[in-house]
């Protein structure tokens, strides 16, 4: 990028290197979310600076937009979730990106949102373990089928 913006230097999504990368390209990279409850959480951003999907050429977006089916496709394969949520907001983060969230009954947020306020104890610590234990496959699989 030859021209930064103030809101391009105070993103926190325009940082490539930022979190858990498991794979990236020129346009777009998928990060493993740090969430203690929700093992398999991830993130789809764009890298450039964009605010909506629009802002994207149909070439971008349809790319882009494959690129969250098969980080859903993946994490359907491997967490086995009840079901998945994904959610493009950027209220906060006016940067686009996808959250990809599975989701299980026993969670404590659920069928509400994960941003909500909780409803419910989260599951065992076992429970929990043994979904956070499957992520060095989910990271494999990703890297396979996006790479």
Not at 7 to 30: F, I, K, M, P, Y
Not at 50 to 70: C, H, I, P, Y
Request: include cysteine.
């Amino acid at each position: 990028m030859s021209h930064i913006t103030q809101n391009q230097v105070s993103c926190e999504l325009c940082d490539v290197t930022r979190g858990d990368v498991v794979v990236s390209n020129a346009q777009w990279r998928v990060i493993l979310v740090d969430d203690a409850n929700y093992p398999g959480f991830c993130r789809v951003i764009w890298n450039d600076h964009v605010k909506e999907m629009t802002d994207l050429s149909e070439a971008d977006r349809n790319g882009f937009m494959q690129t969250v089916w098969t980080t859903e496709s993946v994490i359907r394969a491997v967490m086995q979730p009840h079901k998945m949520n994904l959610a493009s907001l950027g209220n906060m983060v006016p940067h686009l990106h996808w959250h990809l969230i599975p989701r299980y009954t026993d969670d404590a947020h659920f069928p509400h949102p994960v941003w909500a306020a909780a409803n419910a104890e989260a599951p065992e610590q076992s429970i929990i373990d043994a979904r956070r234990n499957l992520l060095p496959q989910l990271r494999s699989e990703l890297i396979a089928r996006l790479s």
